[in-house]
């Protein structure tokens, strides 16, 4: 197969994510960033943890979806996360949630 159709595939699944995302994205009230994944979630937990020489972070999430293409289902109940790296906690408003007109997939 050439080359080409591999790279249309992944931008059509791409966009098939990202309206997911944008028909998804009310019902949850966290944004959730780690070095590995994004995730929406309506509950979580960041919890440092000291190590003899190091920290990591643990973190709980409940009710999550998972952004991630190759998925089959990214409705999760449950997700913990360890990591080294930097997390990234937001908790999203209601007025966050409206994409402006000339962005809109929707035409």
């Known amino acids: 197969m050439d080359d080409e159709v591999f790279d249309d595939y992944d931008r059509e699944l791409e966009l098939a994510l990202y309206k997911e995302y944008r028909d998804v994205v009310s019902q949850f009230q966290y944004v959730i960033e780690t070095e590995r994944r994004f995730y929406l979630a309506n509950e979580v937990n960041v919890v440092r943890r000291d190590t003899e020489h190091d920290f990591y972070f643990e973190i709980s ?3 999550v ?9 990214r409705f ?4 913990r996360v360890l ?3 930097d997390v990234n906690v937001e908790e999203l408003q209601r007025r966050d949630f409206h994409l402006p007109e ?3 997939l929707d035409n």
């Open 61 to 63: 999430m409940t009710d």
């Open 65 to 73: 979806w998972v952004w991630d293409i190759y998925r089959a289902d």
């Open 76 to 79: 999760v109940k449950a997700v």
């Open 83 to 85: 990591t080294f790296k």
């Open 102 to 104: 000339e962005l809109s």
